[in-house]
C-alpha cells in the first residue's frame, strides 16, 4: 500500500470515528441524567474566560477595518458609506469567522489538553468507577457549552468591533454615535443578521467537538496530550473555514445574500 | 509443567470460612493477536488480601480493570458479591461500583479539585443521601485514616507523591468499600514511604473489614499485604498460594520472583 492510500485510509477512519463521536453525542446528550451544573460551569468557564481575548481583538479588528478601507471609499466618493460598509463587514462575515477562530485557538486547544491529560492520568476511568458517565460529564458538557456560547462571544465581539469602528471613523471625521449606529442598523437586513447569528452555533459546535474528540482520544504519553492540543486548533480552524463555505453556499441558494 | 493448569501448591483456595466475594473463571481477554488473559481462574474470599504477581506488561492491571468494568473481557464470567460483571449495564456496574475501589497507579487524582473536592466527588456521583456536615466529617474521618487531615483544602499539585497516593487511597475509602483493588500501589515512591503505604493497606483491611487484589512488583509490599499471592504468567494464574511456601516453591518460574 502505497503513502497516498495509507493517508486516505486513516483519513476515512478519523472521519468515521468523529461521525460516531458526534452520534455519541447526541444519543448520550439526550438520555437523563443531566450534568446541568457542569454544563453551567463549563459556560462560565469558557465563555468568561474568553471574553476578553475576543473583546480585544473584536476592538482592534473593527478599528483597523476602518482605518484600512477609508482610503479606497475616500477614492470612489463614498466615504459617507463607511459605516455601512464596516458594519456589514463585521456582523456578516469578519466578526463570526475571527471570534471562531479565536475561540478554537484557546477553547479547542484547551480542550484537547485538558481531556488529553485526564486520560493519560487515568482520571477519566476514575470518574467512571466514581459511578460517573465520562462522556456525559467532560464530552457533552463541553460541547454544548462551545456551541452556547460562542454565538453569545459573536455578539459581545461584533458589538465592540462595531464600536472599534466607530472610533476608527471619528480618528479623521467627526459622527456621532447616535448616527453611526443608525446608519448601519438602517442598512442591515434579515439576510446579513440570521444567517451569520445562526452558523455561529455550527462554529461553536465544531469547536467543541473537535477540541473533546482529539482530548478524548489522544494517545497515551505527555506528546499525545502536545498533538490532541495542536490537532484540535488546526483541524476546528479549518472546519470553521469549511463550514463557513457551505453557509455562504446555502444562503445564496435560499436568496439571502 | 503444563501452563494450563493452576500450579498446585498448598492453601490455593479461599479457608471454606470465607465466603467469595470475587469468582473469576475462564476469563480471556486480547487486544488484537495479543492474548493477555487466557482462561485465567481465581476466588478472592471475603476479608483477603491477594497479591497478583507478575511480568511487567502481562495483563495484571487488565484483570483488575475487567473486575471494575473497565474493560469488558472477551469471555469467561466475573462474579461480584454473585453478579457477572460483563453481564451489568451501567446502572447496576454503577451499584456495584459503589462497593468496590479502585486505587489507580497514577493516582488518578483530578487535578482541578481540591483535596475535599475530589473526595466528596464519589459520593455526589453516587447519590448517596448525606448532609454537608455529614460529608464534611465523613472527608475528614478517611483523611484522619490515611493521616492527611490538615491537606483537606490543598490542591493535588500542592502534595509529594506518597500524599497523592494516601489521597487517593482515602478517595477509595470515602465510600466503605467491601472491595479494594490496588494498581501497584507502592510503584514510584521510596522504599520508606512504599512501606508506609504497605502497612495502611493492612490496617485499612484490618478496620474496614475490606478484600482486597493487589497488584504489585515491589516483593516487601507483596510479603506486608498478602494473605495469598496468585502468580500471572501466560494469561493464566500459575500458582497460587501463601507468600512463604511460593518463596520454598523449587519452579523456577515462581522462584524468579523471590530471588
Redesign the interface.
Known sequence: MNQQSIKLKRFLGETGELSRFVGRYFIQGGRPRFELRELVRQCYIIGVNSFPLVGLTGFIMGLVLTMQLRPSLVQYGVESQLPVMVGIAIVREVGPVITALIFAGKIASSMGAELG?MKV???I?????????PFKYLVVTRVTASTLMLPLLVILGDGISLFGAFIGVNIRSTTSFDLFFRQIIDNFRFGDVIPAFIKTFFFGFAVGVIGSYKGYNSSKGTEGVGRAANSAVVMSSILIFILDLIVVQITDLLGLN | MPHNQTYDIMTQKPPPSREAVITIEHLCKRFGSNIVLDDFNLTVGKEENIVILGKSGVGKSVLI?CI?G?LRPDSGTILVFGKNIPDMD?DEL?RI??K?G?L????????SMTVRANLE??LR???IEMSQQEMDSLVMEVLDNVGLAHTVDMMPEELSGGMRKRIALARTLILKPEIILYDEPTTGLDPVTGREISALIVDIQKKYHSASIIISHDMHCVKKTSDRVAILINGKCYAEGKYDALQKSPDPQIRQFFE
Open positions: 491529560s492520568t487515568e482520571q476511568d476514575a470518574m467512571e468507577v466514581s459511578g460517573t458517565n | 480493570k471494575i473497565l451501567h454503577d461500583r459503589a468496590v479502585f489507580f497507579q497514577s493516582n488518578a487524582l483530578y487535578d466527588f464519589p456521583r453516587h447519590w
